[in-house]
């Protein structure tokens, strides 16, 4: 089963950074979009970022709560992608997951992504 593997989580203070990393085991991902979804406790997963693949001239798209604070990038020939977390708030804790799509364009709902990783623990605190 393939599957995505999540890094560089951890608690930090409010305002501080942390950049994820999420490995994709195959070239063939780069063609995929990729995106971060995150959970809360008691929450439902909800989309953060996401970013096309290579066939898609999408771009990235950001949740209106992490516009302009979180970067989503790619490397594909490491086949890895990247969340940049600047200006972290405690309201930013979850558990981040890194997914991604069977198709190149963005999508931000949890059911049009078949591929996860098993997630990293983000923890701000105040």
């Known amino acids: 089963q393939v599957q995505l593997v999540e890094s560089g989580g951890g608690l930090v203070q409010t305002g501080d950074s942390l950049r994820l990393s999420c490995a994709a085991p195959e070239r063939t991902f780069i063609s995929k979009a990729m995106a971060w979804f995150r959970q809360g406790p008691g929450q439902e997963r909800e989309f953060v970022a996401g970013v096309a693949g290579t066939s898609w001239i999408g771009g990235a798209t950001y949740s209106d709560s992490v516009q302009g604070r979180f970067t989503i990038s790619r490397d594909n020939v490491k086949t890895t992608v990247y969340l940049q977390m600047n200006s972290l708030k405690p309201e930013d804790t979850a558990v981040y997951y890194c997914?991604?799509?069977?198709?190149?364009?963005?999508?931000?709902?949890?059911?049009?992504?078949?591929?996860w990783g098993q997630g990293t623990q983000v923890t701000v605190s105040s």
């Open positions: 997914a991604a799509s069977t198709g190149a364009r963005i999508e931000t709902l949890p059911r049009r992504y078949n591929y």
